[in-house]
C-alpha cells in the first residue's frame, strides 16, 4: 500500500472538532467498488482548503460492526413461518369445527400440528446445545421473550397434537372406546390450542423486537401485525389448497384480512422515519420483501375472486400466499441481520439521538443561567 | 417491589433487586484509558487465567490490533487508534522534520473492504483468515513529502464487558444460565447454557458470543472465581499501569471524576467518561471507561440503550395483533353458514 491515495484526498477527520480516527463505513454506498466518503480537509490552523468529498457520515473503529450479528440461521426464519402457519390454522380449524366444515376443519388440524412439529424441530435444532433444549424449562422469566414463548409452545402443543391425531385415526380405531374418546376430545382439544394460538403467532414479533438489532428493535410497533397477519395468510392459504372449495368460503376471506394486514403493516415499516429504515428498504431483504408483498398481494386476490369457483386457482393461490409469508419473515430476518453487519445502523441513530440531547441540554442550562 | 426500575433507569442495587441479601458491594471495572499502553497484558492474562481457547492467530492491518473485537473466545480486547491530532498540549516535536503521513485512513479503508467479505461482517474477525491485501511492494506512507505531515497520536483502550445495570443479555436468557452474582455482576453459568443464542443479539455493546465448536454463549465474568476468593480479576492484577482499576463501584465512580477534572485542568478537553451516567440507557455500566475521542471511534455503541427498555411497548403491540387475529378468525365465519 503506497500512500499516494492517501495525499489528494481529504484526510482529517469526520466528527465536530475533534480529528480523526478510523471513519466511515463504506457499505451503503452502493455499487461494486465502494469508497469511504472522507472528511472535509481540514488541519489544525484550519489553513487547508476543503475538500469536494462529502463529508463522512459517522465514525467507527475501522469500519467494524459494532454488534455481533445474529447466530441464529434459517431455521429461526423457517419457524416464524411454520410457528405462525400451525396456530393461525389451529384458529381457522376452530372456526370450521364449531361451523360444520369438516374438511377445513381436518386440513386446520393436520396442517397445524405438522407445521408445530417442523416448529418444534427447528426451534431445537438452532440450539448450540441441541439435547440441553429442556433447559427451557428450568426457568419461567417473563423478561425474556423466548421464555415466555416457550412455556406459550408448552400450553399450546397438547390440544393441537391431539386434535390432529384425532382426525387421523384409522378407521378401523374409529369404533372403539378409545377412538371414540379421542374424537370426542377433538373439539375441546382444539379449542385450548387455539387460546393459546394467538400468542404462538404474535411472540415471535417480540422475540425479534427485544434484541439490540437495530432493524428488530425499531419496528417493535409494526413487527406484530405483520407477523400476525402473515400468519393468519398462510394459513388462509394452506386452507385455499387442501379444503373443498364450498368449505372454504373463511379462509379465503381470512387470506384477504390477513394480507391485508400484513402488507399495510409491512409498508409502515418502510415509512418509518430514521436511518434504520434503509435496512428493511434496500438490498436482499428489499427483494424478499417486495417478492412477499407480490406474491401475498397476488394470493388474496385470488382468494377473494377467482378461487371461489376454481379448484386450481384455488390452490395457487393459497401456494402463493403461503410463499408470500416465507418470504416475508425471511425478509424480516435478514433486515435484521444486515443491520449488525453494518455499524452505521449503530452509530448513526444513536449518534443523532445524543446529539440532540446534548444541545437541549446545552439549550436548558442557557435559558437557566438567563434567568 | 420496584418493577419500574428493574427493566429500565437508575438502579442503586443490581444485586439486592436480584435477589441476593446481605452481598457484598457492587464490584466494577474503571479503564482509564489516558494511560493505557497497549501492551495487551490483560488479554493474556485473561485468556491465561479463564483458559479461554485461542481464536484465530491472525494479522488484522488494525495498527496493533490483531485480537479484532470482543468475543467468545476474547473477553478482554485492546484497540489501538491511529489519529492525525496532538493529544492535549503535546508537542509531537515534528515541526520541520520530513515524515510521512500515518496510514490510518489507508488501513481503514482496506481493513474495512476486507471485512464486508467475511462470514459475519467481521464480528468473529480472528478466527478465520482474512485477505488484507498485504504485502504491496511499498512502504506505508512512502512517496509523501514534507508537505504532508501531521500531528500524530495514538490512542489504546482495553474493553471488556460492561456488567450493565440492566444487562440485555441476561433480561433475554430463556434458561437461566445468565444470572447476577452478589457482585453485581453478570456471569453465564456453563452447566446451564443451551446455546440458544439469544443473548447474542440481546447485548447492545455486542460483548458476549457463541463459540462455534462448543455451541455456548461464552462471555467476561469479572474473575468471578477469584472474586469469590477476595482476589482482583486477572487482567486488573496484570494491567502494569493501573489503566484497568478494579474496585466497589462507587469509589471507582469518584475516581473517574477527580481523574476527567484533572485532564481537563490540564487541556485534554476531549476527555469523556463512558457508561458511568446511571441515568443512561443501561443504568450504567459496572465497567466504565475514561475515553479520549468519541465512544465510536473505539468501536463502542455512543447511545446504548436495553432492548427491554421497551417491553412494556411491545407486548401491548402483539397484545392488540393477537387480538385482532382472534376477531379476523371469528369474523371469516360469520354469514358463512348457509354453504352446509
Same mark, same amino acid.
Given at each position: 500500500m503506497s500512500g499516494d491515495g492517501t495525499t489528494?484526498? &481529504?484526510r482529517t477527520a469526520p466528527g465536530d472538532g475533534a480529528g480523526g480516527g478510523p471513519a466511515g463505513n463504506p457499505s451503503h454506498n452502493g455499487g461494486k467498488h465502494r469508497r469511504r466518503k472522507y472528511g472535509r480537509n481540514r488541519g489544525d490552523d484550519g489553513s487547508r482548503e476543503e475538500s469536494m468529498v462529502p463529508r463522512a457520515e459517522f465514525q467507527s473503529y475501522y469500519g467494524r460492526p459494532v454488534l455481533k450479528p445474529p447466530v441464529w440461521e434459517w431455521k429461526i426464519p423457517a419457524y416464524l413461518f411454520t410457528g405462525g402457519l400451525s396456530a393461525a390454522s389451529t384458529m381457522l380449524s376452530v372456526g370450521a369445527d364449531l361451523t360444520g366444515r369438516p374438511g377445513l376443519a381436518r386440513t386446520g388440524r393436520v396442517g397445524g400440528a405438522a407445521a408445530l412439529a417442523a416448529s418444534m424441530y427447528l426451534l431445537v435444532a438452532d440450539l448450540g446445545r441441541p439435547f440441553r433444549f429442556h433447559h427451557m424449562m428450568r426457568v419461567a422469566k417473563p423478561s425474556s421473550p423466548m421464555s415466555v414463548g416457550t412455556w406459550i409452545l408448552i400450553a399450546y402443543s397438547p390440544g393441537s397434537m391431539l386434535a390432529a391425531t384425532a382426525e387421523l385415526l384409522p378407521a378401523s380405531l374409529r369404533g372403539t372406546l378409545p377412538g371414540r374418546l379421542l374424537r370426542f376430545a377433538a373439539r375441546p382439544a382444539g379449542m385450548s390450542a387455539a387460546v393459546f394460538a394467538p400468542g404462538v403467532a404474535s411472540y415471535t414479533a417480540v422475540l425479534l423486537a427485544q434484541t439490540a438489532v437495530p432493524a428488530w428493535n425499531d419496528a417493535h410497533r409494526e413487527l406484530p401485525f405483520v407477523f400476525t397477519g402473515s400468519a393468519a395468510a398462510s394459513a388462509a392459504g394452506l386452507g385455499m389448497v387442501c379444503a373443498p372449495l364450498e368449505e372454504a368460503g373463511p379462509a379465503r376471506r381470512l387470506a384477504a384480512i390477513g394480507a391485508a394486514v400484513e402488507i399495510v403493516a409491512s409498508r409502515m415499516i418502510d415509512r418509518r422515519? &430514521?436511518? %434504520? /429504515?434503509t435496512a428493511y428498504t434496500t438490498g436482499h431483504p428489499h427483494h424478499l420483501r417486495k417478492a412477499s408483498e407480490y406474491l401475498t398481494l397476488g394470493g388474496a386476490l385470488t382468494a377473494l375472486t377467482l378461487a371461489r369457483r376454481s379448484r386450481v386457482a384455488a390452490a395457487v393461490g393459497g401456494l402463493a400466499l403461503m410463499a408470500g409469508s416465507v418470504f416475508q419473515r425471511f425478509g424480516v430476518f435478514e433486515a435484521g441481520v444486515h443491520s449488525t453487519k453494518d455499524p452505521a445502523y449503530v452509530v448513526k441513530p444513536q449518534r443523532e439521538r445524543l446529539d440532540a440531547r446534548k444541545r437541549e441540554e446545552a439549550e436548558r442550562a442557557a435559558e437557566a443561567s438567563q434567568e | 417491589m420496584t418493577r419500574e426500575n428493574s427493566f429500565h433507569g437508575p438502579l442503586a442495587d443490581p444485586a439486592g433487586e436480584a435477589g441476593h441479601e446481605d452481598h457484598p458491594p457492587r464490584m466494577g471495572f474503571f479503564t482509564d /484509558?489516558? %494511560? *493505557?499502553?497497549? *501492551?495487551?497484558a490483560c488479554e493474556v492474562a485473561c485468556k491465561e487465567w479463564n483458559a479461554v481457547p485461542e481464536d484465530g492467530i491472525e494479522l488484522l492491518g488494525m495498527s496493533y490490533d490483531n485480537t479484532g473485537s470482543l468475543g467468545a473466545s476474547s473477553w478482554r480486547h485492546v484497540a489501538f487508534i491511529e489519529q492525525q491530532r496532538p493529544l492535549g498540549h503535546q508537542d509531537a516535536g515534528l515541526t520541520d522534520l520530513p515524515v510521512g503521513p500515518s496510514s490510518t485512513e489507508t488501513t481503514t479503508e482496506v481493513v474495512a473492504e476486507a471485512l464486508e467479505a467475511t462470514e459475519r461482517g467481521g464480528a468473529n474477525l480472528g478466527t478465520a483468515p482474512v485477505d488484507l491485501g498485504f504485502p504491496s511492494f511499498d512502504l506505508p506512507g512512502a512517496g509523501s513529502g514534507v508537505e504532508n505531515r501531521t500531528q500524530f497520536r495514538w490512542l489504546m483502550s482495553s474493553d471488556v464487558c460492561?456488567? *450493565? /445495570?440492566?444487562a440485555g443479555c441476561l433480561d433475554v436468557c430463556p434458561t437461566g444460565a445468565l444470572f447476577r452474582t452478589e457482585f453485581g455482576t453478570v456471569v453465564v453459568q456453563q452447566d446451564i @447454557?443451551? &446455546? @440458544? &443464542?439469544?443473548c447474542v443479539s440481546g447485548c447492545p455493546y455486542g460483548v458476549i458470543d457463541r463459540r462455534p465448536d462448543d455451541g455456548r454463549a461464552w462471555k467476561c465474568t469479572m474473575c468471578y472465581d477469584r472474586l469469590r476468593a477476595d482476589m482482583e480479576p486477572a487482567c486488573a492484577k496484570a494491567c502494569p499501569t493501573d489503566s484497568i482499576q478494579f474496585g466497589p463501584l462507587d469509589e471507582l465512580r469518584e475516581r473517574a471524576d477527580r481523574r476527567l477534572a484533572d485532564l481537563h485542568a490540564i487541556g485534554v478537553s476531549e476527555a469523556q467518561l463512558y457508561g458511568r451516567d446511571p441515568e443512561d440507557g443501561v443504568g450504567g455500566d459496572g465497567a466504565f471507561f475514561l475515553l479520549l475521542d468519541d465512544p465510536e471511534v473505539y468501536g463502542f455503541p455512543p447511545d446504548p440503550v436495553v432492548p427491554a427498555r421497551d417491553i412494556k411497548s411491545m407486548w401491548q403491540h402483539a397484545g392488540t395483533a393477537a387480538a385482532m387475529m382472534v376477531a379476523a378468525s371469528a369474523a371469516v365465519f360469520l354469514g358463512g353458514r348457509r354453504r352446509r
Open positions: 489528494d484526498e &481529504g422515519p &430514521g436511518f %434504520v /429504515t | /484509558t489516558s %494511560v *493505557c499502553i497497549g *501492551c495487551k460492561k456488567h *450493565c /445495570t440492566h @447454557c443451551n &446455546g @440458544c &443464542g439469544y
